[in-house]
């Protein structure tokens, strides 16, 4: 019984801080990264290139700063533009979904999960990340109704109170 109510308390806690499983990225990962771009550019093969580009990306998306996750959505588009084997473009997919999460277009991070999902329908890592939209998509709708019905709910006990003070 106690692990259920504990259960239920962390599920409650999680709804209202927003928590989700992905990690996040902090800036000396992301300098690491920017150097190793730049060394694989002066001098490495064009394999280890794209591969630094990817961890980059990748540590981008997955940034707590906005303008880190930008430049990382950008990259990744920029890069799917090229041609490349279909689980390439499931990784970089599924990184755009994830940065499109984290600025909060949540309808645009579902179309690329199920984009990666038509590659790999049994990926578990964007079926997780897929429910993880799907929940705050609906944890966002539960949210609105709720400022919608206390919007309501002044309203209609503001002419309440003014039609009482007339009569």
Sequence with gaps: MDSKMGNFFD?????????????????????????????????????????????????????????????????????????SPPLQDREKLYLLAVGYYRTGDYSRSRQLVERCLEVQPDWRQALALKKTIEDKIAKDGVIGIGITATAVGLIAGGIAAALARKK
């Design 11 to 83: 599920s409650i806690g999680s709804f209202f801080s927003g928590g989700d499983k992905i990690p996040w990225c902090d800036r000396d990962v992301i300098l690491e990264c920017e150097k190793e771009v730049k060394s694989a550019t002066d001098g490495e093969s064009e394999d280890q290139k794209k591969e630094s580009i990817m961890r980059l990306s990748w540590a981008l998306v997955h940034s707590r700063q906005a303008e880190d996750i930008q430049r990382g959505i950008d990259m990744l588009e920029a890069s799917l533009a090229s041609s």
